[in-house]
């Protein structure tokens, strides 16, 4: 670990840096593209926090569909099932299979809900927070980011079972509505941990600081 | 190994600035194997491998080579009652299609196939050009198509689906896994080395280096 105090270490911005998003090339302030890449240059990604928000309650508005709507329609001998998301996951709990059903509630509930409040969360916090837990909500942020795509986990398994099972008349598996509903909940709330800013926490800390 | 330094601070050419924190580092004096990581918020910044591009033309061209196996066998089927259902990878996309889901159908397709195989050939172009020594105009735009793209591959996840589906449907029948699903599964291993061995800040010193002979 470094032996040097924070306060000591220098960053990007107050030496009139910025940092390219894409390549990492440190450019002057004054270039509006990255010499290197031709990237558009910003020292903070640009209105950050109202992006991510509006994206974040466009995502608590889209999953709303995806929970009440079918993910699923299982045609058993033509009578045709519907199951939402929540159904599937007490179906598997009725059929003993506990593991399984912990993974899809996981995957589709938790991860979903939990990325959204932690997001909201960070949002918040990069005024009001407590300046002594920026590294902590910086770990945050990168937990929200790594884990985004894992939420696609129950879209594929639609898909798989659409596309494995289809034994004409006997056993038919459809898409329902709920599916598209819910990749849009996992894109949107990706696209909102891609357009917060975590240098924005830390700004914070270092203007308090003086 | 973590390495903090002040004194070099303004030569950007060797400089960092980390993308969590905006801490500036110095990361010239990396030895192979090493890697820098931000000493304020933890975040991981570079690691330096002398044969780090050769590594990557290994890794990319299996998992082109497994991506084509996936591609053209049957990846699984499906036994019940006497009636058999066998699917292929892209008809895990075309179906979808056919049930009167485009956007769905175009989604799967684009994460589980296009995207990974996009970036796959746009890596072996881009390293075999590396590896070489010379320089084209056309490697900046590669190099940026190609770390735009990452974020939107969804390889490993598909596969946590395939289990999650087997054991979903493995009390009801007979499930049989094809050639296509034992490459996915190795390709999907693959393509994460692939991606995570072509270090951003490596990647792009190497291509300016290139551009400066």
Redesign the interface.
Known sequence: MSDLPDEAQLTAASLNFASCHLCLKLVHVDQHFCTRCGSTMHLRKTRSIERTLALLFTACVVYIPANILPIMITDQLGQPIESTIIGGVVLLINMDSIAIAAVIFFASVMIPVSKLAMMFYLCWSVHMGPPATVRQRTVLYRITEFIGKWSMIDVFVVAILVALINLSNLLVIRPGAAAVAFAGVVIISMLAAESFDPRLMWDQRENNNE | M?I?S?NK??Q?SV???C??????FNVAELKDGETASC?????FLTKYRADQFERVLAFASSALILLILACSYPF???K??G???M?TLP??????WN?G?P??SF??GA??IFVPALIICLILLLVVALVSGRSYHWL?PV??LI??LQ?WS?AE??F???L??L???G?MAT?VMGVSFWAYAAFSLFFTLTVSGLD??QC?NR??ALSQQ
Request: hydrophobic share 50%; glycine share 2%.
């Open positions: 973590h903090t002040r601070v303004h950007p400089c960092l600035a993308p969590s924190c905006d801490l500036m000493s304020r918020c933890g975040h699984m089927s499906f019940a009652s009636l058999e259902s699917m008809q895990t996309a075309s179906n979808l049930y889901m956007f769905l989604l799967v994460f589980i900046r190099a940026r770390y735009t974020t969804m996840v598909f946590i689906g395939v999650v589906s054991v979903k449907i009390h499930v951003r800040a792009w291509i300016e």
